[in-house]
């Protein structure tokens, strides 16, 4: 009967509805009835009344209570059923094999959730003036109802196929887990953890979870404010926060987005590490980072309070401070003028990088053309013979060099006695003064070389040279200087001629006989005469006696 | 000897007049200074020199007996050459002039190279040996010696050159005829080669002190 009437109430036209009609209200009624008695056993806790009671003199409010009363446990049970036969579809689509069935099913159950669903949502809009809130939440209510219950029936059967592939280290429940919680960070999407919490916690408290829920059904796909505490505090500061950025919009949306990326990220490092303990440890894990979380959660919403122009300001005295504290400080050894070893640490010149004048030309990179352009260098030089060769300077000889005596290492001819006999005769001056060997030779060369000269200084007519004298006995011809002078011999001149005087004195007998004139031979005669009596008296002459004895 | 009379008359006014004339003697001759003694040089003969001497006894006697005047002999039984002063004989110094050219000669010196000594008086002979100057044994003493000689004689040769001197080398010992300071030099050259010197820085010493010499004289 109440089937009957769920779809009659459906075939109707909606311009029915516009007006009241009592028949329409027994349909629903009834409908009401039936799908009250047929979620009943679905539902966790059970409500006080069996069957609904749907009596004509009952109020549509109080119809409405006593739905709300059953509904109000049940829907936050089916939404989580839908959400984990979502997970499950989703795995199950990767899993070949098992989909088939399980759609094939799901599909069944889906039609009729949803007929029921409907039937509920068209039983509360009639009985009452619904907002549209309330439509919304509905039909978000609908949909998540029917993941739950996909995610419940999906739950009943996967737990048949798990068996056959778990063992001691896998556990799909994990890995699902872990596939969840890896889109939610990259989505965005509220984390599964609510499932966990309905897992081992009492449904008292996850009425704030419903409230969380309700909210959210409220907004955009891209949900905030699932944060997933475990603790009742944490969790109202957290809904007090995150309602004052709702309010601001865009800002709170990064933050939380920071936030629960951040909480993700910091979540997701655990699994890696510690995948059996997962289920039991991972609320103390989470107790933990929270706890990290929320410092940092003030110190943001305190940054977040300031505005753009505050942060500047907050950066530079920051920035100040730090320049300020830096000159109090004694500067690094980099900044000191000169540093000696000891005023720096060990081996800091090392790390540091240095930069200095190197006057020292870099050794040159031997490569083959360097080589071979100083084997052609080498040869062109012996070829042209040009060595660079040390010189020695030409000594300026500053004066004569003296001549050294030859020590003579022959056994000398002479013996000792001659020797100084020699000696003494030069002294004496009784010989002439032997000429050595040398000096013959010396003398010799000398004599060539004047006679040389002198031809030398003929030929320019002895303008700067005079004549050399030559200490020689040479036969002076004692010709007229008239004779001399012909073509070439100007070089000779008349003073090497005689001097009157040294062709005749002027004693003795100047005339000649035949100028003699007759005084003169009588005069000559006397002096004769006179003479020879002179030189005659002086000789002793023999006397002769007048015997003649 | 004899003073004049006559100066002696003139200076002395006080003197009294009747005092004897002084007398007059002639020079005493010089076999009278001696006393009317005669006086004899022996020298006797090694073995080495036995034959040179028999060679050069005419160039030995002949200067002796004729310009010296000094009578020699050689005793043959007792290897000695004997000197004798007679009576014409001018000089007591010529007995030893004699007796140390003689000596000389016996020394190893040449004939004409001791008759210097009979001619200069100022020439003397240096003898020393040369474990005098530095103590040397076996090979070492044999290289000294080698070193003082030279190759062929030509560093003694060059020494004897330049100072005027004439060196003898007899196995160890060394004879120096010449004068004092040529002596001297020769000597201090041939010290220096004993202790070790090379030549040529004998030699270069040899030139400066000689040129010295030279220029003094």
């Known amino acids: 009967m109440g089937e009957e009437a769920l779809s009659r109430l459906r075939t109707t036209e909606p311009v029915a509805y516009l007006a009241p009609s009592p028949e329409l209200s027994s349909l629903t009624r009834a409908a009401s009835g039936h799908l009250y008695s047929s979620l009943l056993p679905f539902c ?33 049970f089916l939404r989580r059923q839908l959400s984990r036969l979502e997970k499950e579809s989703k795995l199950q689509s990767s899993l ?76 799909i429940k994990e890995l699902e887990k872990f596939l969840e919680d890896g889109e939610a960070e990259e989505y965005g999407l509220p984390t599964q953890k609510k499932k966990i919490d309905q897992d081992y916690q009492d ?139 000891a005023k720096r640490p060990v081996n800091s010149a090392l790390e540091v990088d240095l930069d200095f004048e190197h006057n020292v030309r870099p050794a040159p990179v031997i490569t083959e053309e360097v080589t071979a352009s100083l084997e052609e260098l080498i040869k062109k030089r012996i070829i042209d013979g040009q060595f660079d060769d040390v010189q020695r300077a030409p000594s300026l000889p500053s004066k004569a060099p003296r001549e050294l005596k030859e020590l003579d290492e022959n056994k000398s001819k002479q013996g000792l006695a001659e020797i100084y006999e020699e000696e003494y005769a030069q002294k004496a001056g009784l010989a002439t003064a032997p000429i050595s060997v040398s000096d013959e030779l010396k003398k010799e060369a000398e004599m060539l070389f004047k006679k040389i000269c002198l031809k030398l200084d003929a030929l320019s007519h002895f303008h700067f040279a005079p004549k050399p004298i030559i200490e020689d006995m040479s036969i002076q011809a004692n010709v007229p200087a008239l004779a001399m002078e012909e073509i070439a011999p100007i070089a000779v001149s008349d003073a090497a001629m005689l001097a009157p005087e040294e062709i005749f004195e002027g004693k003795g007998d100047v005339k000649d006989e035949k100028e003699l004139t007759g005084a003169d031979r009588k005069r000559r005669r006397a002096n004769k005469k006179r003479r020879f009596k002179a030189e005659s008296a002086k000789k002793p002459r023999p006397t002769t006696d007048a015997n003649g004895q | 000897m004899e003073l004049p009379s006559s100066s ?20 005493l001759k010089p076999h009278e200074m001696s006393d009317g003694k005669v006086q004899f040089r022996k020298i006797p003969v090694p073995s080495h020199r036995f034959a040179p001497l028999k060679r050069n006894w005419m160039e030995i006697y002949t200067p002796i007996y004729e310009q010296m005047k000094v009578d020699i002999r050689m005793n043959l039984k007792a290897r000695r050459v004997e000197l004798k002063t007679r009576q014409d004989t001018p000089d007591v110094s010529h007995l030893q002039k004699c007796a140390d050219f003689v000596h000389a000669f016996m020394l190893g010196f040449d004939l004409c190279d001791a008759l210097a000594l ?44 330049s100072t005027r001197t004439r ?32 030549a040529g820085k004998v030699y270069s010493k040899l030139r400066a002190v000689s040129a010295r010499i030279a220029e003094r004289f």
């Open chain 1, 44 to 76: 966790p806790s059970k409500p006080p009344l069996d069957h609904l009671l749907s009596d004509q003199s009952f109020d549509a409010e109080q119809i409405w209570s006593q739905i709300d009363l059953l509904s109000k446990p049940l829907l936050p």
């Open chain 1, 96 to 171: 070949p094999g098992n989909t088939l069935k399980s759609t094939g099913k799901t599909k069944k159950d889906e039609e009729e959730e949803e007929d029921n669903d409907e039937e509920l949502g068209l039983g509360d809009e009639e009985e009452g003036d619904e907002d549209e809130d309330d439509e919304e939440e509905d039909d978000g209510e609908e949909f998540e109802d029917k993941d739950e219950e996909e995610g419940e029936d999906e739950k009943g059967e996967d737990e048949v196929k798990d068996k056959a592939v778990e063992d001691k280290f896998l556990k």
């Open chain 1, 203 to 341: 449904n008292g408290n996850e009425t704030d979870q419903d409230e969380e829920d309700d909210d959210d059904d409220e907004e955009d796909a891209l949900d905030i404010g699932n944060l997933d505490d475990d603790s009742e505090g944490e969790l109202e500061e957290e809904m007090e926060n995150a309602r004052y950025e709702d309010f601001f919009g865009c800002q709170s949306n990064k933050g939380a987005l920071k936030k629960s990326s951040r909480k993700k990220v910091k979540f997701d490092d655990r699994p890696q590490i510690n995948e059996i303990e997962y289920e039991e440890t991972d609320d103390e894990i989470e107790n933990k980072e929270i706890e990290y979380q929320e410092n940092d959660d003030e110190t943001e919403n305190n940054k977040k309070n300031m505005s753009t122009h505050e942060k500047e300001v907050a950066k530079l005295r920051s920035k100040i401070e730090e320049m300020e504290r830096a000159n109090l400080e004694p500067k690094s050894w980099t900044m000191i003028g000169e540093v000696t070893a």
């Open chain 2, 8 to 27: 002696a008359m003139e200076t002395d006014a006080n003197v009294p007049p009747a005092a004897p004339p002084k007398p007059l003697f002639q020079a």
């Open chain 2, 118 to 161: 009979l001619r200069l008086d100022d020439l003397y002979v240096d003898s020393f040996e040369i474990k005098d100057v530095k103590t040397l044994r076996g090979e070492h003493l044999s290289r000294a010696i080698g070193r003082l000689s030279g190759k062929g004689g030509k560093t003694k040769f060059a020494i004897e050159n």
């Open chain 2, 167 to 198: 060196i003898v080398i007899a196995d160890t010992k060394i004879h120096i005829l010449g004068s004092f300071v040529n002596i001297k030099v020769a000597r201090d050259s041939l010290c220096s080669l004993i202790l070790g010197s090379p």
